[in-house]
């Protein structure tokens, strides 16, 4: 079992950037493909972005293409979200996620962390 933790989350300026982290522990990072997601006030929880267990490939939700990045490196036992060109309808309580099979897209995800808040001012 892993328990993952984000951090990084705020409030911005719309245009600016931020940058999410999700530490894992309790089992290597390695085993997991991981996932964020967020959940706006009123809304359904939705896929952001994933990455398989080598970080070789990446998927995204097209309103987050060519502005977010996601990454990890295994060793640190750590995903990131680098958000950057941030919209007002970004703002949203940001998830990760583990799962050890695919779909990476799915949100049927096994582990999740607490979230943390990102807003997003205009």
């Known amino acids: 079992q892993v328990q993952l933790a984000e951090s990084g989350g705020g409030l911005v300026q719309a245009g600016g950037s931020l940058r999410l982290s999700c530490a894992a522990s309790g089992r290597t990072l390695s085993s997991y493909i991981m996932g964020w997601f967020r959940q706006a006030p009123g809304k359904e929880r939705e896929f952001v972005a994933g990455?398989?267990?080598?970080?070789?490939?990446?998927y995204y939700t097209d309103s987050v293409k060519g502005r977010f990045t996601i990454s990890r490196n295994n060793a640190k036992n750590t995903v990131w979200l680098q958000m950057d060109s941030l919209k007002p309808e970004d703002t949203a309580v940001y998830y990760c996620?583990?799962?050890?099979?695919?779909?990476?897209?799915?949100?049927?995800?096994?582990?999740w962390g607490q979230g943390t808040q990102v807003t997003v001012a205009s």
């Open positions: 996620a583990a799962k050890t099979k695919r779909p990476v897209q799915s949100g049927s995800y096994d582990y």
């Open positions: 990455i398989t267990w080598s970080g070789i490939e990446t």
